[in-house]
T-cell receptor, first 108, second 113 residues
């Protein structure tokens, strides 16, 4: 079983739709949690950190449930520019553990 | 302010050869981590360097080795290349002020024939 699991997709949704990604992690010693975005053939870039209290950045909302070891990302009013692979990431002692990534395509 | 840089951008090698990849961290960062990303997969942690020493290591064979220099730049060496080593190799850096936020370089795409 992989340490970080997420649905690989692909997700194809129309522009303006709301899309949700889910992720689970198996190591309870994980300390920090993130969503990274990776465009085709580019490096991953930090989208947002994830906190137990939930956090929002514009159209993006992330949530962490430590008891269930579950992380989510919600994208509202999706734009064409949101098309990318979204990587669920956990951190222990500065080591990042990535999920497989979920590929999202926003269609006009 | 230059971000993380890596060289070369692309590389083609044959099985059995050796390769060296290079990374310069973001200004002000002292910790460098290397990741391997196979096609369709998320990046996998290879190892991390701090103060010129390997601080921690992922589940990679000894064919993968590295080095960090006094200016914090780093090299990743892979010996006896296998076809399965074909991947995007990513370097990431962070500093004390950004303990958990790692900044990635553009990567080196290695193809082993």
């Amino acid at each position: 079983r992989k340490e970080v699991e997420q649905d690989p997709g692909p997700f194809n949704v129309p522009e303006g739709a709301t899309v949700a990604f889910n992720c689970t992690y198996s190591n309870s010693a994980s300390q920090s949690f993130f969503w990274y975005r990776q465009d085709c053939r580019k490096e991953p870039k930090l989208l947002m950190s994830v906190y137990s209290s939930g956090n929002e950045d514009g159209r993006f909302t992330a949530q962490l449930n430590r008891a269930s070891q579950y992380i989510s990302l919600l994208i509202r009013d999706s734009k064409l520019s949101d098309s990318a692979t979204y990587l669920c990431v956990v951190s222990r002692a500065q080591k990042l553990v990535f999920g497989q990534g979920t590929r999202l395509t926003i269609n006009p | 302010d230059a971000g993380v840089t890596q060289s070369p951008t692309h590389l083609i090698k044959t099985r059995g050869q050796q390769v060296t990849l290079r990374c310069s961290p973001k200004s002000g960062h002292d910790t460098v981590s290397w990741y391997q990303q196979a096609l369709g997969q998320g990046p996998q942690f290879i190892f991390q360097y701090y103060e010129e020493e390997e601080r921690q290591r992922g589940n990679f064979p000894d064919r993968f080795s590295g080095h960090q220099f006094p200016n914090y730049s780093s090299e990743l060496n892979v010996n006896a290349l296998l076809l399965g080593d074909s991947a995007l190799y990513l370097c990431a850096s962070n500093g004390r002020a950004s303990y958990n936020e790692q900044f990635f370089g553009p990567g080196t795409r290695l193809t082993v024939l």
